[in-house]
T-cell receptor, first 109, second 113 residues
Framework: GQNIDQPTEMTATEGAIVQINCTYQ??????LFWYQQHAGEAPTFLSY????GLEEKGRFSSFLSRSKGYSYLLLKELQMKDSASYLC??????????FGAGTTVTVRA | NAGVTQTPKFRILKIGQSMTLQCTQD?????MYWYRQDPGMGLKLIYY???????DKGEVPNGYNVSRSTTEDFPLRLELAAPSQTSVYFC????????????FGSGTQLSVL
């Protein structure tokens, strides 16, 4: 099975940087994903890591350490529209995604 | 440019009633999934399918059934609705080529009273 932990809530100021940590314990590993979910909407894909290191995509970056079972999502230059829930998800050997409970990020002016 | 389409968007059921949540995708994806999302609990996998005619249980399958007669459609059946099935249900699909970038439907908010 999978055990995925991430903080419940984070608050930051517009223009700042926020780092959302995710730790996982899995029976298999085929990649780690981050999804963004605005209130009342479906999740949308943000990033994917399968090898150790940092993947950068515009204002968002995601880091993975497989040996530590650890990932983080870095949101830079925060905008009000970044207020959302951020879901960490791990793919196991059968290509099924297991999701963490999500981190609600609130961006304040 | 429809992607993954779910119907209905909202439904209220009485205890013991049955219903089918419809899901169809037009991206020719092999993999399809049903998740439920309870407040503060994240997404839990109910059932999934790796192709037409093949289905398998996820983490929380009890009380649900699925079928996959075509690549496009993956309906979820609730036979005897219970209050514990009150949740938001998401259908998703992916091309199944290793990077599981899921495309989600807009969700169905189901209340069982």
């Amino acid at each position: 099975g999978q055990n995925i932990d991430q903080p419940t809530e984070m608050t930051a100021t517009e223009g700042a940087i926020v780092q959302i940590n995710c730790t996982y314990q899995t029976s298999g590993f085929n990649g780690l994903f981050w999804y963004q979910q605005h209130a009342g909407e479906a999740p949308t894909f943000l990033s994917y890591n399968v090898l150790d290191g940092l993947e950068e995509k515009g204002r968002f970056s995601s880091f993975l350490s497989r040996s530590k079972g650890y990932s983080y999502l870095l949101l830079k230059e925060l905008q009000m529209k970044d207020s959302a829930s951020y879901l960490c998800a791990v793919s196991d050997n059968d290509y099924k995604l297991s999701f963490g409970a999500g981190t609600t990020v609130t961006v304040r002016a | 440019n429809a992607g993954v389409t779910q119907t209905p968007k909202f439904r209220i059921l009485k205890i013991g009633q049955s219903m089918t949540l419809q899901c169809t995708q037009d991206m020719n994806h092999n993999y399809m999934y049903w998740y439920r999302q309870d407040p503060g609990m994240g997404l839990k996998l109910i059932y999934y399918s790796v192709g037409a005619g093949i289905t398998d249980k996820g983490e929380v399958p009890n009380g649900y059934n699925v079928s996959r007669s075509t690549t496009e459609d993956f309906p979820l059946r609730l036979e005897l609705a219970a209050p514990s099935q009150t949740s938001v249900y998401f259908c998703a699909s992916s091309d199944g080529r290793g990077v599981e970038k899921l495309f989600f439907g807009s969700g169905t908010q189901l209340s069982v009273l």
